[in-house]
């Protein structure tokens, strides 16, 4: 497949772009290296290049893109709130409507507060559970990632392991200290770290279902014994849904599993594809946000009107009866088969999924939590990724990424992908 365009618009970018790009997690560092393909549009779960060579689409950004490139509904949406001004500086209805979409769905987010990103919504959520509490210490995942403020690159998946920097540069010992990690689904090491520090805990920061070392299930009672213990110990549980909330069901990874948190950060899916973030939990613990308490977190361009109806159209359109079920079919039928044609050309693989987000993991060992996924074939991941590039098949150029699956996918995509995978891993 010529990428002539890409290259040199690569070798462009690179003189005035750091790296080249926006987001580390677009390189192509991870996976040999060269130029990451420059989009020029999108449509449903096509991509077209600068080449104009075509790609379907199982990045989805990752993650925001549920309903593919370009859905009409959304775009309308947006193009009406661009045409009525996209930013006033004061609240509006469509705030009240959003915030009230969400909470309906999310209970247990009962007062409600937009920001732009992920990364602020997780910020936030632990700045108010250090006011609310008193402590200063968290506990995350390893592996998990939870966006690029300062706390929480200690250890993070995704982008930063990808490129073989976990525990970033630029962050000072002192705040290092005050973040413990401990494995995902080891709930023995979990009691033995609150054991230790629990009053000085404020809060244990959890993906669900992880989203940022592929995708791995929470083991039974492992949320519910991280609740019981944090709430034994006086800290608070933050549930990190950036990834998870709208994915697998119309509302949070906390109501598919029956669990619930004292906060939740959201972002990605809400915004139907434009920047958005926002944080919720209890109205005592949220009362100590600013106006009304001393926590303060702001934004300019919080609560904009684009992003605010793009999420709205977003939800909406996820609304519609069959959308989640019409998605699990699809990861299923490209999972297994994915699977089946693996074990045929005698490759071993693991397969975590979950709905229509799924991971393929180049390993006969169970991926369950990060030392499961750093232990992954990496340079056969890579062959993999570059192959089913050059068949048209976009994924993230990352052993540690999910493929997703959208409503803009359809039985015909799957088929196509899946005649691409048996050659790919004929040639592999
Ligand atoms: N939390 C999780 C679970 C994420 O996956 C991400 C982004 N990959 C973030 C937070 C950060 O979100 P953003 O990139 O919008 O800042």
Redesign the pocket.
Known sequence: MNRQTSERLYEQAQQVIVGGVNSPSRSFKAVGGGAPVFMERGEGAYFYDVDGNRYIDYLAA??PLIHGHGNKHIAEAISKAALNGTLYGTPTTLEIDFATMIRDVIPSMEKIRFVN????A?MTTIRVARAYTGRNKIIKFAG?????SDLVLVAAG?GPSTLGIPDSAGIPQSIADDVITVPFNDLDAYQAAMDKWGDQIAAVLV?PIV??FGIVMPEHGFLQGVNEITHAHGALVIY?E??TAFRFMYGGAQNLLGVTPDMT?L??IIGGGLPI?AYGGRVDIMEQVAPLGPAYQAGTMAGNPASIAAGIACLGELQKPGTYERMNDLGRLLAEGLKDQARRHGHKVTLNRCGGAFALYFTDRPVKNYEDAKAVDGDKFARFFKLLLDEGILLAPSKYEAWFVSTAHTPEDISFTLQATERVFKAL
């Open positions: 990752y993650g990103s992920g990364t602020e997780v998990c990632y939870h966006g690029h995704s993906e989203g940022n990190d950036v990834i950060a972002g990605k973030g």
